[in-house]
């Protein structure tokens, strides 16, 4: 199974999620009746090096992002605009299941509601979202001293 995480990272943030997520699944240990990650081929790339060939040729796609402005940013949205089949190839394939991950401050807003609604006309078909927080120096500044934000 080809397996490509791709995504927009504006400050690194969520480069280093998908870099480390992709990282977890390659050293993945067998779990009773599964088989081990390692049988499947796992790429990380930002998402404007991610052509047409490459997304023909993979099976899940994990998209990350940051959140600008509770919305995801201006080339999430134009990697999904480029992602719409032709209309010749429109129900040849079935849709790629894609696991949306959106990395934060403090709110994400209704960024994968609108993402997701996005990506209706696409060759993709959400399977998941999450949200992950990210602390930020705005939430250091505010936090009181040893709570969880500083561990």
């Known amino acids: 199974m080809k397996i490509l995480i791709t995504y927009f990272s504006g400050t690194g943030n969520t480069a280093f999620v998908a870099e480390k997520l992709a990282e977890c699944l390659r050293a993945a240990e067998p779990r009773q009746g599964r088989p081990a990650a390692t049988n499947h081929t796992i790429s990380c790339t930002p998402v404007e090096r991610v ?3 490459e997304l023909t040729a993979t099976d899940i ?3 990350g992002f940051p959140i600008y402005a509770c919305d995801a940013p201006a080339p999430i949205y134009e990697f999904v605009r480029r ?3 032709a209309p010749s190839r429109a129900t040849s394939a079935p849709a790629t299941p894609v696991v ?3 990395t934060k401050g403090m709110v994400a807003g209704s960024a994968l509601r609108r993402l997701t609604r996005a ?32 561990r």
Do not use: E, N
Not at 119 to 147: C, E, H, K, N, P
């Open 61 to 63: 796609v994990v998209l």
């Open 83 to 85: 992602s719409v089949p």
């Open 51 to 53: 052509g047409d060939p």
């Open 119 to 150: 990506m209706t006309l696409t060759r993709f078909r959400v399977a998941a979202g999450v949200t992950i927080l990210m602390a930020g120096s705005d939430a250091l500044l505010t936090s009181r001293r040893g709570g969880w934000y500083h």
């Open 100 to 102: 949306l991950f959106c």
